[in-house]
């Protein structure tokens, strides 16, 4: 089982709507996660990070069940660049020498079309 | 200022080169990481350091790999007698500190093409 799993892609959406992404995790000792979005050929950015208590940054909300070890990322009125691939992540608790490295699903490639 | 920068953007050896990777992190960012993204893999950690040292190598895929950082800033990933499996693009990223909450801060990579 992959330490991250992500939906399944490519999702294609008309602008203006609402899509949704899932993850899971399996590291119950995982404390901190985030959504990365990478364009074509370019390198991963943070898109945001994931607090117990949900977070919202205007069109993006994200989500975390720490008991199903579950989070979410909905985007409200797509607009054609949000088209991208989106990556839950994982960062490894720091112990065992880890230091905090990112643990990537295989990303979601989300294509909004006009 | 000035993000994370990497050379060379593109790279193509013949297999059995040796090849070097450099990463110039953020100023004054201690913790430095070095991924991979391959072609149906995703991305996957290699390699890090803090400071010069580098207590997390599980990510290595063989002994083939090593990486060095000194004066706690540029790092340099070599790969010897390059494998056509080793075509990859090599992501570096640093963070202020290894604590939980920082950000990645992610550099452009290197293409490594292996013919």
């Known amino acids: 089982r992959k330490e991250v799993e992500q939906d399944p892609g490519p999702f294609n959406v008309p602008e203006g709507a609402t899509v949704a992404f899932n993850c899971t995790y399996s590291n119950s000792a995982s404390q901190s996660f985030f959504w990365y979005r990478q364009d074509c050929r370019k390198e991963p950015k943070l898109l945001m990070s994931v607090y117990s208590s949900g977070n919202e940054d205007g069109r993006f909300t994200a989500q975390l069940n720490r008991a199903s070890q579950y989070i979410s990322l909905l985007i409200r009125d797509s607009k054609l660049s949000d088209s991208a691939t989106y990556l839950c992540?994982?960062?490894?608790?720091?112990?065992?020498?880890?230091?905090?490295?990112?643990?990537f699903g295989q990303g979601t490639e989300l294509s909004v079309k006009p | 200022g000035a993000g994370v920068s990497q050379s060379p953007s593109n790279k193509v050896t013949e297999k059995g080169k040796d090849v070097e990777l450099r990463c110039d992190p953020i100023?004054?960012?201690?913790?430095l990481y070095w991924y991979r993204q391959s072609l149906g893999q995703g991305l996957e950690f290699l390699i890090y350091f803090q400071g010069n040292s580098a207590p997390d190598k599980s990510g290595l895929p063989s002994d083939r790999f090593s990486a060095e950082r000194t004066g706690g800033s540029v790092s340099t990933l070599t790969i010897q007698r390059t494998q056509q499996e080793d075509s990859a693009v090599y992501l570096c990223?640093?963070?202020?500190?290894?604590?939980?909450?920082?950000?990645?801060?992610f550099g452009p990579g290197t293409r490594l093409t292996v013919l």
């Open positions: 992540v994982v960062k490894a608790p720091l112990r065992d020498n880890q230091g905090g490295k990112l643990i």
């Open positions: 100023s004054g960012h201690t913790a």
């Open positions: 990223a640093s963070s202020p500190t290894v604590n939980s909450y920082n950000e990645q801060f």
